[in-house]
């Protein structure tokens, strides 16, 4: 995933391979309607797994990116927590789903969990839907752990992670389609984004350690 640079996500080449060659297949047995519907899949495939490069904010290592693309719905201070700050993304479709380090850090823990796939109103949503946990801590000892749940997802969440690795902030580091991202931030950092924002990962500052 860290090396995935093709303009396409690697997650999606095998699902966009069989739909370009349903294309082909109902295209050749004259097919039309079949193959319309098939190159319009192919095409949604291509715009749900596009994988951009992206210029980072800043490289101050007091700076907390962006780990996901999405919309700020939620932002809580927090008691009696080891975290001060929760701050929740919704991602959809139209989103990239391509996720990414919010600081040079290293990896304090990484864990994934399969499960299903529920709709967010659903009140067994956050204990059955598959989901994935990861903690970093950046240069300067703040730690960075972030939940990511997939919704009504058609493609399954994936991680490439290692304890106690090191990573390069905006590295990508896994792919969530359709999903919320729960990010939460000990104290002493200023939040820096406001509910109802448009975030890209990398390239929107989400905090700024004091």
Known sequence: MKNNLFIIAQNGWRVIGL????????????????????????????FIYRNPERQIATHDAKSILAPVDGIVKKIESLEDSEY???????SSYSDVGILRVPADAKV????????????????????LN???????????????????????SI???????????????????????????????????????TVGQKLEAAQTLLAYSS
Do not use: C, W
């Open 155 to 193: 493609v399954p969440l994936d991680i490439d992670l290692h304890k106690d690795e090191q990573i390069a902030s905006s590295a990508r580091y896994g792919y969530m389609m359709d999903g919320v991202s729960y990010i939460y931030l000990e104290s002493d950092v200023r939040i820096s984004v």
């Open 108 to 127: 304090i823990e990484a864990s994934l969990t399969k499960g299903s796939r529920l709709a967010k109103y659903s009140p067994l949503f956050e204990k």
């Open 130 to 152: 598959e989901s994935a946990y990861v903690v970093f801590q950046n240069a300067e000892g703040k730690k960075i752990a972030i939940t990511h749940r997939l919704k009504r």
């Open 84 to 90: 001060a700050y929760m701050i929740e993304v919704e």
């Open 19 to 46: 739909s370009f060659a349903s294309f082909l297949f109902f295209y050749l047995l004259d097919f039309d309607f079949l193959a319309t519907l098939a190159f319009f899949f192919t095409l949604f495939l291509l």
